[in-house]
């Protein structure tokens, strides 16, 4: 089955860094794009941005452009959100997705998510 496992989250200062990660398995992850989102409690889902199937091609949403970069390896079946310069507004939970398809079904899988607190 689809599983994808979050992990690096954490406490940090604003202005520091942090790695997340997400191990997938349960799918052929090179031919897939992967996303990330973001939730806090109480708030809207937030796409932090995705990265395409090769790697070829990434976007981030305007909050974190600049600051945010994702990557992945597809040999690992992995795929990594760098955030750096964080800042407190970034507290919340990340969670990475991916949408499988195909010509009568379409789903999406999320991970468990794991917690980025950015505080002094």
């Known amino acids: 089955q689809v599983q994808l496992v979050e992990s690096g989250g954490g406490l940090v200062q604003p202005g520091g860094s942090l790695r997340l990660s997400c191990a997938a398995s349960?799918?052929?992850?090179?031919?897939?794009?992967m996303n990330w989102y973001r939730q806090a409690p109480g708030k809207e889902r937030e796409l932090v941005g995705g990265i395409t199937s090769a790697g070829g091609s990434t976007n981030v949403a305007d909050s974190v452009k600049g600051r945010f970069t994702i990557s992945r390896d597809n040999a690992k079946s992995t795929v990594y959100l760098q955030m750096n310069s964080l800042k407190p507004e970034d507290t919340t939970v990340y969670y990475c997705i991916v949408v499988l398809a195909d010509l009568t079904w379409k789903k999406d899988y999320w991970g468990q998510g794991t917690q980025v607190t950015v505080s002094s």
């Open positions: 349960g799918f052929t992850f090179s031919r897939n794009a």
